[in-house]
């Protein structure tokens, strides 16, 4: 279920941390790799490494002092490379240095590109391995400008967590503060009225609508076709500005509290004719896009992610779903008011290239729009969460899920002690290299990278 109660970590010494989580994997996934201060009933001074894995729907965790820990890419597993390099740039030692996979021969060229870069884009570092045009590799380093949100949501008291919870993305202020907000109220006891979760669930397809604007607005841009991109755009506008009509804030800051909501939502009745109208708007544009060869052209085949790659990566959201992987955290691991009866219809699509993760977020916006259409009503009948009663949370490590736009997004809490995020953006920034892999060019990078709509901001909390 979701939240939950997750069981004791088990434990190993730094040595065997490398093959233990590899070996525990197996045909399960990886669901992230963090270092923490301490766990329930164990105190070491260098903290602890901490893998989160899961199988069958069922989480657990393997865990070692933070002493020069073996690492588990060097055991085979494909999926851990970046997080560890993210802990790395935290300061955590590992045993070994990371495999070098560098391309060398005659006529090969490493273009760099950031950390500082053009218009509004993230610092990140990529560098490319290339052959004139044709590319052999990308490598990427992140980290230049880290916030420490994760070590503020530790120390924050538990009720400024969702307000700290929602800075971390802009691409997703709603599902950060609602995960946050489901460990902290499982972990005290906290009830959520029906009516409270059916007004977050309302703000969350809106962000999901918002959010997917701005990426097919990015992917239309990626491949020179600025008047389709204008168009979402101000779509997008439009229901930024309904957002803020409804909670107060463009990008609904400020509204989730633990216990549900710090106010009611402001009644917008004329919300569903507003929704109705930007939907067949982005259907005139989608019908557009569909009938220009030079879109189209650029997006099938291109930054595709192998199939094999997509099975052991296992990736999550709009990607993983354009990718013949089905799973949605509203459907499979349901939190109130998800379910089978009252999730969105489930999107999909299988080529696993950039066509497919447009057709995706095509599919979502008419999902999360219909969805909203059925249930606006619902959500304006939600009262201003009670106050809360001071209260001890029930010690263990506790795991929250939402869908977020990209994908799931895991919030895993140990009450007192510390807190640890992993967006979506964690598992998509390790499969571009290998969806750039298959004989691109430079030329397909813009257009590889938007339809990924990856946050660096997600990785440099």
């Known amino acids: 279920m979701n939240p939950m109660r997750l069981p004791e970590a088990i434990f190993v010494g730094p040595s065997q941390f490398g093959s233990a989580v590899a070996d525990a994997v197996g045909n399960g996934r990886l669901l992230h790799l963090t270092h923490i201060p301490t766990i329930p009933g164990?105190?070491?001074?260098?903290?602890?490494?901490?893998?989160?894995?899961?199988?069958?729907?069922?989480?657990?965790?393997?865990?070692?002092?933070?002493?020069?820990?073996?690492?588990?890419?060097?055991?085979?597993?494909?999926?851990?490379?970046?997080?560890?390099?993210?802990?790395?740039?935290?300061?955590?030692?590992?045993?070994?240095?990371?495999?070098?996979?560098?391309?060398?021969?005659?006529?090969?060229?490493?273009?760099?590109?950031g950390p500082v870069r053009g218009a509004v884009a993230e610092a990140a570092a990529w560098r490319f391995a290339t052959m004139g045009d044709e590319l052999l590799q990308l490598e990427m380093r992140f980290g230049y400008k880290r916030r420490h949100m994760e070590e503020q949501l530790s120390s924050a008291d538990p009720r400024e967590a969702p307000r700290i919870a929602e800075r971390i993305t802009a691409t997703s202020p709603v599902a950060h503060a609602w995960a946050a907000s489901i460990c902290w109220e499982a972990a005290l006891g906290i009830p959520v009225s029906p009516e409270a979760s059916m007004a977050r669930a309302v703000m969350a397809e809106l962000e999901r609508i918002y959010s997917?604007?701005?990426?097919?607005?990015?992917?239309?841009?990626?491949?020179?076709?600025?008047?389709?991109?204008?168009?979402?755009?101000?779509?997008?506008?439009?229901?930024?500005?309904?957002?803020?009509?409804?909670?107060?804030?463009?990008?609904?800051?400020?509204?989730?509290?633990?216990?549900?909501?710090?106010?009611?939502?402001?009644?917008?009745?004329?919300?569903?004719?507003?929704?109705?109208?930007?939907?067949?708007?982005?259907?005139?544009?989608?019908?557009?896009?569909?009938?220009?060869?030079?879109?189209?052209?650029?997006?099938?085949?291109?930054?595709?992610?192998?199939?094999?790659?997509a099975t052991w990566l296992a990736p999550v959201g709009p990607v993983g779903r354009a990718s013949g992987r089905p799973y949605d955290v509203r459907w499979d691991l349901p939190y109130v008011p998800y379910g089978t009866a009252l999730a969105p219809a489930r999107a999909g699509e299988t080529a696993g290239d950039a066509w497919a993760r447009y057709r995706v977020r095509v599919q979502e916006l008419d999902a999360a729009t219909e969805w909203l259409l059925r249930h606006w009503s619902i959500a304006f009948e939600a009262d201003a969460a009670r106050?809360?009663?001071?209260?001890?949370?029930?010690?263990?490590?506790?795991?929250?899920?939402?869908?977020?736009?990209?994908?799931?997004?895991?919030?895993?809490?140990?009450?007192?002690?510390?807190?640890?995020?992993?967006?979506?953006?964690c598992v998509h920034w390790l499969a571009l290299p290998y969806a750039l892999a298959e004989g691109h060019v430079l030329q397909d990078v813009p257009i590889v990278d938007a339809s990924f709509a990856l946050s660096v901001a997600a990785m440099d909390r």
């Open 387 to 425: 106050p809360l009663r001071s209260g001890r949370p029930e010690d263990g490590l506790w795991l929250g899920r939402t869908e977020a736009p990209g994908g799931e997004l895991l919030y895993l809490l140990h009450p007192g002690h510390w807190m640890r995020v992993r967006p979506p953006a």
């Open 212 to 309: 997917h604007l701005g990426d097919l607005a990015s992917l239309a841009d990626s491949t020179g076709l600025p008047a389709g991109a204008a168009e979402l755009w101000a779509m997008k506008e439009e229901v930024l500005r309904l957002c803020h009509r409804a909670t107060g804030h463009r990008y609904q800051r400020g509204r989730i509290v633990l216990g549900g909501l710090n106010a009611p939502l402001e009644s917008v009745a004329d919300g569903p004719v507003l929704l109705r109208a930007v939907q067949d708007r982005v259907h005139q544009v989608i019908r557009q896009l569909d009938h220009s060869p030079s879109f189209l052209d650029r997006l099938h085949r291109t930054g595709r992610l192998p199939p094999d790659t």
């Open 42 to 113: 164990r105190e070491d001074p260098a903290g602890f490494v901490l893998a989160l894995w899961e199988r069958d729907g069922v989480p657990q965790c393997i865990a070692a002092p933070g002493r020069t820990p073996t690492r588990p890419s060097q055991a085979g597993l494909r999926s851990a490379p970046l997080e560890e390099q993210h802990l790395e740039a935290e300061g955590l030692l590992w045993a070994e240095p990371p495999v070098s996979h560098a391309v060398l021969g005659q006529g090969v060229f490493t273009l760099p590109l």
